[in-house]
């Protein structure tokens, strides 16, 4: 997780855990599918009952936007593999190339919903 929440590298993973690049690329693409696989549905997911859909739409109503239930934002993810064609597409505002990525999370942070594909950091949010 450190590795990922500091933007590293797969060649900088592969440095600080003194293993091949294959070794990291493999492990990190199987390490993913898991984390997905098996911690989404816990940590992801939309208000079920009356009780969570009250307590967040009673936040946003007390903020002026009644009927609301998350916040949506674009989050860019440093893509410091793009391809040299693709760079112009990939790089906005942050300067560098990324993929964004649609995040909907409720006022208390937690992560409702992630969009299942990204789109060119150049895009606006």
């Known amino acids: 997780l450190y590795i990922i929440g500091q933007g590293a590298t797969t060649q900088m993973a592969c440095d600080l855990n003194c293993c091949s690049y294959a070794v990291m690329s493999n492990f990190l693409h199987e390490w993913t599918a898991w984390l997905v696989h098996t911690q989404y549905t816990k940590h992801v997911r939309l208000p079920e ?21 998350c916040s949506i934002d674009g989050v860019h993810i440093h893509w410091n593999c793009a391809h040299s064609t693709q760079c112009a597409a990939h790089t906005g505002k942050e300067g560098f190339p990324t993929r964004v990525f649609n995040v909907a999370c409720d006022h208390s942070r937690r992560v409702l919903h992630v969009i299942d594909h990204s789109h060119p950091g150049a895009r606006n949010d």
């Open 49 to 69: 009952t009356a009780e969570e859909i009250q307590h967040v739409t009673g936040v946003y109503e007390k903020l002026g936007f009644p009927g609301a239930i």
